[in-house]
Nanobody, 123 residues
């Protein structure tokens, strides 16, 4: 299984970025997909998730209203649109694939991880 993130970079506060995660080696349409992030010196935390069918997504309170997760099952790709970024959003963003919706927010239970893409927000 491979999850390959892209789209990270340096952005100014208030700006936007869209991350992509291309999946291979798994039945993408049967996996729930998520995004986690890890800031320097902090634990990896849940950011957003979307079910295999693309139904009602889930968001951490810290990103709700600013981030939007979506997926394209035809392209085996999940996206994270991040708006109104602030320096506290600076982190390594990881794509995750998981088979159980009830535990998609648990970093210790995720089935598969990508390598991460860095997002740095300057003030």
């Amino acid at each position: 299984v491979q999850l390959v993130e892209s789209g990270g970079g340096l952005v100014q506060a208030g700006g936007s970025v869209r991350l992509s995660c291309a999946a291979s080696g798994l039945t993408f349409s049967r996996h729930h997909m998520g995004w986690f992030r890890q800031a320097p010196g902090k634990e990896r935390e849940f950011a957003a998730a979307i079910s295999w069918s693309g139904g009602t997504p889930a968001y951490a309170d810290s990103v709700k209203g600013r981030f939007t997760i979506s997926r394209d099952n035809a392209k085996n790709t999940v996206y994270l649109r991040m708006n109104s970024l602030n320096p506290e959003d600076t982190a390594l963003y990881y794509c995750a694939a998981h088979t159980v919706w009830a535990t998609i927010t648990s970093r210790d239970k995720v089935n598969y991880w990508g390598q991460g893409t860095q997002v740095t927000v300057s003030s």
